[in-house]
């Protein structure tokens, strides 16, 4: 099992830039392949990017690509999400996710993760 702690998100203007944080706890965390999802008000949960466990492969959704980078640090237990030129529809409550199947993919769908953060709210204002 492992637990899972977000943080770093906040309040930001348009074009500004964030990074999130999400430290890890628990079993080796370099077995998990990780995942960031955010999910709006009103709105499904919604994937963002995705990296496998030795930090080689990733994954991004279309509507983030070239914005959002993903990265992992194995030896601090922390996976990453850096966030740049964010927009007002960037606002969502973010979350990372861990999936501990031992598959090579990295999906997107959230049912495949088993091990959830808290969540950090990230507000763009316009």
């Known amino acids: 099992q492992v637990q899972l702690v977000e943080s770093g998100g906040g309040l930001v203007q348009a074009g500004g830039s964030l990074r999130l944080s999400c430290a890890a706890s628990?079993?080796?965390?370099?077995?998990?392949?990780m995942g960031w999802f955010r999910q709006a008000p009103g709105k499904q949960r919604e994937f963002l990017a995705a990296m496998s466990r030795g930090g080689g492969r990733t994954r991004y959704a279309n509507s983030i690509q070239g914005r959002f980078t993903i990265s992992r640090d194995n030896a601090e237990n922390t996976v990453y999400l850096h966030m740049t030129s964010l927009k007002p529809e960037d606002t969502a409550v973010y979350y990372c996710a861990a999936d501990s199947n031992p598959s090579l993919l990295l999906p997107s769908n959230p049912g495949a993760y088993d091990y959830w953060g808290q969540g950090t709210q990230v507000t763009v204002s316009s």
């Open positions: 628990g079993r080796a965390f370099s077995n998990y392949m």
